[in-house]
């Protein structure tokens, strides 16, 4: 065990914990820097425009991760950044600003776009039960620190162009690893900028053009411009968690080209140091989940429509069937996206919240049934197994459906379980399942007294009104679900 680091708490369920390291490329014991603690950064949204639902697999990964590190018994400190600065259009490091990309096209201050789309962002999250991290770090107002961590490192890492100032990849040990790119192919294909030394250096700092004015823009030591958005993170990282910290999280997409780019400036920062000793990083172990794949190709925001979390509730889904169905496939496994599955996602949560609702009322209690113990004691190997929540929604379901035993007992592991999986179990209710699509044009009330004649017909054997009353439902989008096993009744067609 390496200097100031520790095993889990005593008061930690007990298998290990083992997550996978992007870095090392295998499965690695948690061991924390700080006793006790558990300190992850995971890189937030560029907010320039909606979130699509590919972007927010990303953040019910990394909640998952914070929730799974609490359940084990560590004091969690999450940071989630807002890049409101300094991301260019390609992550190749060219391009415009997509946040002036923005302002400009809408007419806006860039600042009132990155106001409007944090608010959106934040609020996608609470719908998909994503808690809130420790700190929000927004990426202006660490412009200052940002500056004083280059003139750090500059001399012996960064060379000076007229177009900014850039960083020197050849100047650190093991660049590129972390995308195992060591070729032109990998890290190299970064557009060409006049005067660079090597085609993977990136910016660190961009001057504002002769002649041009960005919103915003700051004095610095190489002229009067903005950060490049690989330092962002380095710097926010390194002044709320130090470095190094536990755990960097982001999406595969991250580790081509930002992860990289982000560890030489910590490497740069810390001594040079190689990547055998993965701390060099600046991280100990970085987590990646893989990415959200949907055939009809709406998933980039480059494309111009795309799927964001409202479209799925437009359609009638509510937005935890689509955290559900995230947590139907390991963050490391590629997930399809199909309308589908997140109507099988939908019918899952549905039964499990139906089976809890039996128990809501029931006064929590510890768990000594040695049936509800070995559940939960099979769960938390599931999720200390690098978050296997394929495995640890098909014991929750167990538990769930589990007969004959004390309620307070089961209220108890149900509630042990949601805490890690986020499925608000104990407070969703049927009626908020019933997402009402977007362009229905009949309310419940009517819903209902509808169906309610409709039972009536039915009892009296006048079929032929039963399904009159029945086509006039459909006509306004309503599916009836006669004989539904859920005990549904109804539900809105999208």
Not at 13 to 37: C, I, K, M, W, Y
Not at 105 to 114: C, V
Not at 132 to 150: E, L, N
Not at 458 to 485: I, N, W
Request: charged residues 25%; negative net charge; contains cysteine.
């Amino acid at each position: 065990m390496g200097a100031g680091m520790t095993d889990a708490p005593a008061s930690a369920p007990g298998a290990p914990l083992r997550l996978f390291n992007s870095l090392t490329r295998q499965l690695e014991d948690f061991r924390p820097v700080h006793p006790g603690e558990a300190r992850v950064y995971s890189c937030g949204p560029t907010v320039y425009n909606y979130q699509h639902i590919g972007n927010m697999r990303a953040y019910v990964f990394a909640d998952t991760l914070g929730r799974t590190l609490a359940f084990k018994g560590y004091a969690l400190r999450h940071i989630i950044n807002i890049t409101d600065v300094g991301h260019l259009t390609s992550d190749a490091d060219a391009g415009d600003d997509k946040m002036e990309k923005a302002a400009a096209s809408q007419g806006k201050s860039a600042w009132d776009i990155a106001a409007f789309y944090t608010a959106e962002f934040k609020r996608d999250l609470a719908r998909l039960g994503v808690r809130d991290p420790a700190k929000w770090t927004v990426a202006t107002d660490y412009v200052p620190r940002m500056i004083a961590f280059a003139e750090r490192i500059a001399d012996a890492h960064c060379y000076q162009l007229d177009s900014g100032l850039y960083f020197d990849v050849s100047t650190v040990a093991d660049y590129g690893r972390l995308a195992r790119a060591v070729t032109d192919e990998g890290e190299g294909r970064i557009d060409e900028v006049e005067g660079k030394r090597h085609a993977a250096d990136f910016a660190i700092w961009r001057r504002t053009p002769p002649g041009e004015t960005r919103q915003m823009e700051w004095d610095s030591p190489w002229g009067r411009g903005a950060p490049g958005w690989h330092l962002e993170c380095s710097v926010m990282g390194e002044a709320e968690l130090g470095l190094p910290f536990d755990i960097h999280t982001g999406g595969i997409d991250h580790r081509e080209i930002h992860h990289p780019n982000e560890i030489a400036q910590n490497q740069a920062w810390r001594g040079c140091g190689g990547l055998d000793c993965a701390e060099h990083s600046g991280a100990r172990m970085w987590m990646h989940n893989n990415f959200l794949i949907d055939r009809g190709g709406k998933m980039s925001k480059s494309a111009g429509e795309f799927l964001r979390l409202q479209t799925l509730v437009d359609r009638g889904y509510h937005p935890l069937a689509y955290r559900l169905m995230c947590l139907q496939a390991h963050y490391r496994s590629e997930l399809e996206f199909s309308w589908e599955g997140l109507g099988a996602a939908l019918t899952r949560l549905k039964r499990l919240v139906m089976a809890a609702t039996a128990v809501r009322e029931a006064e929590a209690v510890p768990v000594t049934d040695r049936r509800l113990a070995d559940l939960l004691a099979r769960f938390d190997a599931a999720v200390s197994d690098d978050l296997n929540t394929p495995i640890a929604l098909t014991l929750i379901e167990e538990a769930a459906a589990m007969k004959k035993v004390d309620a307070g007992q089961k209220r108890t592991l149900l509630a042990r379980m949601d805490g890690v999986l986020g499925l608000d179990l104990l407070t969703l209710s049927r009626k908020a399942l019933r997402v009402r699509p977007k362009g229905a044009t009949i309310d419940e009330t009517a819903i209902e007294a509808t169906l309610a004649r409709r039972k009536e017909a039915r009892a009296a054997r006048d079929f032929a009104a039963s399904d009159t009353l029945r086509d006039e439902l459909g006509a306004a989008g309503v599916e009836v679900m006669d004989g539904d096993p859920l005990g549904w009744d109804w539900r809105l067609e999208s």
